[in-house]
Every structure is written in structure tokens, then in C-alpha cells.
């Protein structure tokens, strides 16, 4: 579903992002990205997104080389897409109800499925009665729950969420991981930027390590083995 | 059509339009600058539009009264006048015509100048030639093939003269053609001013909404989808203008007909004929329209080109 081969992200002679990266991850697969501030998470969540491009090296997101996509073509590819940004990113002058309706009006539905789809997903983050409230009226946990329901709302093939739990109590930050585990079962294939260790280790997925825009480690879930491992990089997990 | 692309649903449009009036409310000051500039443009583009409009009737009134009148020598014999009446008759742009005979004339002069009756009498003879007054078909003073008839008719045997008297028609015209070139390049030049004031007025409407068509971007929203209600907004503001250059004009050309000109006058036929028909007016709102649309068009294009 996800293929990095070899990806370098360079902004100046000075900066480099991403260092050679490579990692696959496959279709239905739930798989946390960690490592420390500046580790280059943010940065390869927004080359998935192509947000920007890479300097070196290919990505391929379901079937389709990012490198080469048209800008027309982008759009498209985004819905397929469920994106939870670290900063929520919702418009804070429309109500609840119009941040998830909005995307389904970008992707073309009637307004009667309007209603219905995003009553379903503000349901399945237990918002429902907060349907007409606006962003601000809201807590920041709530706010991002509403982030996750538009992220959720159109049964995206992949979700994607950077430091989803970065404003949370642990019992949200809890509910937030299930939410993304029934994501997951339904088929998205789930991808978390984290470096809350808690919510990997209770997890138990597979998780691919960042640090200094390098591959760090790769731990294969259930088992906790080490899949891959750059020794010349030491993650520092505390 | 490929995999991508997909047909604008209605509530789509809906969207655009809803969303653009709101925009529009919401920068009700800079959307209010935007609606007059079109308005003081489109009101001056329709100012040349009535003139040349009326002056446009008044040329055409007078190509439609047009007279050649054809004046025969003294001595022309009734066999050189019977010559003229068939060539005349065999021509169609002089078909129709009336023979003077020199009594007539004299009959005529009498009749309009009395008071130089006394000049007559002092006279030997009737000094008045006889003449054909021959009416003209509207329009066909403009063409180069009546100029050779004119000249043909002056090389016959028995012809003095041959007269027509709308060298003033066609300095009139030319006058129109004037102020339709000035008002095509007033509009255009205006209109151009408008699409660039509105185009700013987009911009900043588009700085203000920076944040949301980023999180458009983000979430699979197309170019068109992000770009439709400002072209929207731009339209709405142009046809706004339009129209109210429109009521403006109408306003000012009734107040001006009532205020300026007495009925009869000269200035009230060449100037206050009419109104404009409503296709002028339909094409001066469309004009508010496009030069709305073009001048949101070109700021979204600025925007897409900035895109990721």
C-alpha cells in the first residue's frame, strides 16, 4: 500500500529531512511511525500526502508513484486518504456538522447523504450531540475526535494520522487508538505518527523508528522482534 | 473521461453559490468597492453605447430621406429628357423619382422666398432648370457602385447637375463610428480597470480564506471546487455592477431627457431618441459579468499556480 525505496527529502545543502529511506507497508496493515521531535515523522507524512516531493528516490501509495502523479490526478488520490493532523486542521467557522459535510461535498454527494454519513461518523467518536457546535466550543480532545470522524467519514483506504494523541488523556488517547483499530478491521490500512510509548507498547503493532531522517528500527507486531535495524542510528526510546 | 474526473453535481453549484454570497457578506466593504467600480465602468461604457445609440437613429433617419436631385441644362430637349427618364428608370438605386418641370421650380421659389418675388419679375426669362428629385434607398449612399451611377448620370447629354446633399450624413456617421471606437476603447480599458479591481478584491478575499483552502487541498478538494466560489463571487460582483450601471444609466437619461432637452429641439432627436434596446443592455450586464469573472479568474490562477 505504502512503498519508500531509498527516499531522500533534502530542503537545503543544510537540511535533509529523510535520509535513504526505505519501508513497505502493506494493504490492511496498522503500523505506528515514531521517533523524537525533528526525526523527519511530520515530513514523511506530508511526502505520503505529497504535500511535497521527495529529492531522491521513489514513493509508491496504493499502486501509484507520487513522483510522477499529475497535479490534477492529486485531488483523487487525497480522498482515498483519511488525514488526522497533529493541529486538528478544522475550518473553525463551520459547525461540526458542516467540517465532515464539507468533504463530502468535495467528493460530489447529495446532501441527504450528507447528513446521514456524517451523523454516522460523529456517532462513532461519540459526538453526535455536538453536531452544531462549532470547533472552538469544543475541548481539544473533542476537537480531535471531530478530526478523526472527517478523516473517517468517506472509508478511506488508508488512514493516516500525525501525533493523533499529542492533546490527550490516556483514557482519550485510549479511545482514539480504538477508534483507529475498527478503522483498521473495517480495511483501512492505518498508519499513526507517535511518540507516545504507552499507546505503542499497549498496542502491540508493528512500528517503524525514525530518527534524524534515518530508518531507525523496524519492530514486526505481536512478536516485538526487530525486523530491520540501522546500527549506525540509536533510537532513543526513553 | 478517465478514472479522476467526474461530472459538478448540482449541490455543487449550489456550494459555489452559496458560498460565494456569503464570502461577499461577509467582505461586504471591499465586495461594495469591487460592485462600483464595475458599475462607474459598465455606466461609462453605456454613456458612449446611448450616444452612438441615438446618433446611430439619427443617421439612420436621415439615409432614409435621402434625394439625389438631377438638374437639367436650360437647353435640354424633350428627346435628352426622355433619355434621362429611361437610363434613370433602368437604374434601381434611382427607380423612384419626380420630374420638376422649370415652371414648377419657379412655382416653388415663389412660394417659399415671397419676399424676393420682385427679384424674379426683374428677370428676362425663368431662370430655374428643370430636374429629376430622385429618392434613394436607406444605405445606398454608402456604396461605390452609386458613386460610379452619380458619375454616370453626370456624363449625360442633357444633365447640368447632380446633387446629394448628405455629405453632412456621412460626416454624422463618421462620428458615430468615432464614438463607437472611443466607447469599445473606453470599455475595454475600463473594464480591464474593473476585472483588476476585482481581482484584488478576490485576493484578499482569498488571504482571508488562505487557511480553509489549505485544509481544501488537504482533504481531495479539486481546483475547481476550491476555485468556484470565487469565480462566483467575481460574477456576482460584475452582474451587480452591471446592473446597477444599468439603473444608473436610465436614472441619468430620463433625468437628462426631462432636465436638458424640449421636446422638438434638435438635441432631443439626436440625443434622447431612445434608450438603449435591451439587447445593448443585456450585452453591457454580460460585459459586467465577464469582466467580474475574468478579474476572479485571474486571481484563483495566481492561487492554483502557488498550490501543492
Redesign the interface.
Known amino acids: 500500500m505504502i512503498h519508500f525505496y531509498h527516499v531522500t527529502k533534502r530542503f537545503d545543502a543544510y537540511s535533509t529531512a529523510l535520509h535513504d529511506v526505505t519501508f513497505h507497508i502493506e494493504k490492511g496493515e496498522f503500523v505506528f511511525l515514531t521517533g523524537p521531535s525533528g526525526a523527519g515523522k511530520s515530513t514523511l507524512l506530508k511526502l505520503i500526502?505529497?504535500?511535497?516531493v521527495p529529492t531522491e528516490g521513489q514513493i509508491v501509495v496504493n499502486g501509484r508513484n507520487l513522483n510522477a502523479m499529475k497535479?490534477?490526478?492529486l485531488?483523487?488520490?487525497?480522498?482515498e486518504?483519511g488525514?488526522v493532523?497533529q493541529e486538528f486542521?478544522l475550518?473553525e467557522?463551520m459547525t461540526i456538522f458542516e467540517n465532515l459535510s464539507?468533504?463530502l461535498?468535495?467528493?460530489?454527494?447529495?446532501?441527504k447523504e450528507h447528513k446521514k454519513k456524517a451523523y454516522t461518523a460523529l456517532r462513532a467518536v461519540g459526538l453526535q450531540h455536538k453536531m452544531n457546535y462549532y470547533p472552538l466550543q469544543l475541548s481539544g480532545g473533542e476537537q480531535q475526535r471531530v478530526a478523526i470522524a472527517?478523516a473517517l467519514i468517506n472509508d478511506p483506504l488508508m488512514l493516516i494520522a500525525d501525533e493523533p494523541t499529542g492533546n490527550l488523556d490516556p483514557d482519550l488517547a485510549q479511545e482514539v487508538l480504538e477508534i483507529f483499530n475498527a478503522a483498521n478491521l473495517r480495511g483501512s490500512t492505518v498508519l499513526v505518527a507517535t511518540h507516545d510509548r504507552d499507546l505503542i507498547e499497549r498496542s502491540n503493532r508493528r512500528v517503524i523508528a525514525l530518527d534524524h531522517g534515518r530508518m531507525g528500527e523496524e519492530k514486526a507486531a505481536a512478536t516485538g522482534k526487530t525486523i530491520a535495524r540501522n546500527d549506525s542510528i540509536f533510537v532513543n526510546w526513553s | 473521461m478517465s478514472?479522476?474526473e467526474?461530472?459538478?453535481?448540482s449541490?455543487?453549484v449550489t456550494?459555489f453559490f452559496r458560498e460565494a454570497v456569503r464570502r461577499i457578506w461577509v467582505s461586504k466593504r471591499s465586495s461594495f468597492v469591487a460592485v462600483v467600480m464595475i458599475a462607474i465602468s459598465m455606466l461609462i461604457v453605456g454613456f458612449f453605447l446611448l450616444i452612438s445609440e441615438n446618433l446611430g437613429r439619427a443617421v439612420e433617419m436621415a439615409q432614409g430621406r435621402s434625394r439625389v436631385d438631377v438638374y437639367l441644362a436650360v437647353d435640354a430637349t424633350q428627346t435628352q429628357i426622355a433619355a434621362i427618364d429611361r437610363w434613370l428608370a433602368s437604374q434601381p438605386d434611382f427607380a423612384r423619382r419626380r420630374f420638376v418641370s422649370r415652371d414648377e421650380a419657379l412655382r416653388r421659389f415663389v412660394s417659399y422666398f415671397a419676399n424676393l418675388q420682385g427679384i424674379i419679375t426683374q428677370l428676362d426669362g425663368n431662370p430655374f432648370p428643370a430636374s429629376f428629385e430622385v429618392d434613394v434607398a436607406p444605405n445606398t449612399m454608402q456604396s461605390p457602385a452609386f458613386l460610379r451611377e452619380a458619375k454616370a448620370l453626370r456624363g449625360i447629354s442633357g444633365v447640368d447637375d447632380v446633387q446629394f446633399d448628405w455629405e453632412w450624413v456621412r460626416r454624422l456617421k463618421r462620428v458615430v463610428n468615432i464614438v463607437n471606437i472611443a466607447g469599445i476603447i473606453a470599455g475595454v480599458v475600463l473594464a480591464l480597470a474593473a476585472a483588476f479591481t476585482i481581482a484584488n478584491v478576490i485576493r484578499l478575499t482569498m488571504m482571508l480564506y488562505r487557511e480553509?483552502i489549505?485544509?481544501?487541498?488537504?482533504?481531495?478538494?479539486?481546483?475547481r471546487?476550491i476555485r468556484g466560489p470565487f469565480l462566483v463571487e467575481g460574477f456576482l460582483q460584475g452582474a451587480a455592477g452591471a446592473l446597477l450601471a444599468v439603473m444608473m444609466l436610465f436614472v441619468s437619461f430620463e433625468i437628462a431627457r426631462r432636465a436638458i432637452a424640449p421636446a422638438n429641439s434638435l438635441a432631443w432627436s439626436f440625443l434622447f431618441n431612445g434608450f438603449l434596446p435591451w439587447q445593448k443592455l443585456g450585452a453591457l450586464v454580460l460585459c459586467g459579468m465577464l469582466a467580474g469573472t475574468l478579474g476572479s479568474w485571474m486571481s484563483v490562477r495566481e492561487s492554483g499556480e502557488e498550490a501543492?
Open positions: 500526502l505529497r504535500q511535497m497535479r490534477k490526478h485531488p483523487y488520490f487525497r480522498r486518504i488525514m493532523f486542521k475550518i467557522r464539507f468533504i461535498t468535495v467528493i460530489g454527494l447529495t446532501a472527517r | 478514472e479522476f467526474a461530472q459538478l453535481p449541490s455543487t456550494y480553509e489549505d485544509i481544501m487541498r488537504l482533504v481531495g478538494a479539486t481546483e471546487i501543492v
